[in-house]
Structures are given as structure tokens and as C-alpha cells.
């Protein structure tokens, strides 16, 4: 073997070698950016659950409704004109509460 033949196989492995090490960078990058799109989504599957209660007027009233039920869970007997004007906005919305506890510490919240 020559010097010329030993110097061309050396950069032939040396080129070789930096093509499969571009490769793999590509690909470990293409990984790490597929699993964080992944994160992504599926917190936000997580935050667009549906919240345990909605509290919206119905009938002049402020109601309570379960899971997006059409029916009240609940009538909350409090006065609407007696709310800011905000309360009223929000309401109109629908007040999202996720559990019994919310919605025991809203009512206390709002009657008083």
C-alpha cells in the first residue's frame, strides 16, 4: 500500500465518519424537537379539560351547571342587579369551577 492510497482511505473514513456524525445530530435534534411538540400538546389537552361546574345566568338567576349539562345543578338565589358590572360580564360568560370546594367558596363569595 501507498502513501497516496493510505492518505485517500484516511480521508475517505475521516468523511465518512462527519457525514454519520451529521446524521445522528440531525436525528437526535429531530427527536428532542418531536418529544417537546408532544409536551406541548399534551398539556394543552390537560388545560382544555372540562371543569366540574359552570356558573352562568339562566332565567334572570345565576345557576350552577354540572359537566355542560342544559339542566341547573344548582339555583343560587341572589339578587343580579345587585352585581357589579363585571360580576354580571363574567357570569354571562360562565365562571368555570373545577370541584365542590370551588363552588362552596364562590357561593359564599357571591351571597355575601
Not at 497516496?4 to 436525528?27: D, E, G, M, Q, W
Not at 332565567?59 to 354580571?88: C, H, Q, T, W
Amino acid at each position: 500500500m501507498t502513501y497516496r492510497n493510505a492518505k485517500r482511505i484516511y480521508f475517505t473514513l475521516v468523511a465518512a465518519a462527519a457525514v454519520s456524525c451529521f446524521l445522528i445530530v440531525c436525528t437526535l435534534g429531530r427527536t428532542v424537537h418531536d418529544s417537546r411538540v408532544e409536551t406541548r400538546l399534551a398539556a394543552a389537552s390537560v388545560s382544555e379539560k372540562v371543569h366540574g361546574f359552570v356558573v352562568r345566568e339562566s332565567g334572570g338567576r345565576a345557576a350552577v351547571f354540572r359537566n355542560g349539562e342544559e339542566k341547573p345543578y344548582l339555583l343560587i338565589d341572589i339578587d343580579l342587579a345587585l352585581m357589579s358590572d363585571f360580576d354580571r360580564k363574567e357570569l354571562a360568560k360562565g365562571i368555570y369551577l373545577e370541584n365542590d370546594r370551588e363552588l362552596k367558596r364562590f357561593i359564599e363569595d357571591i351571597s355575601s
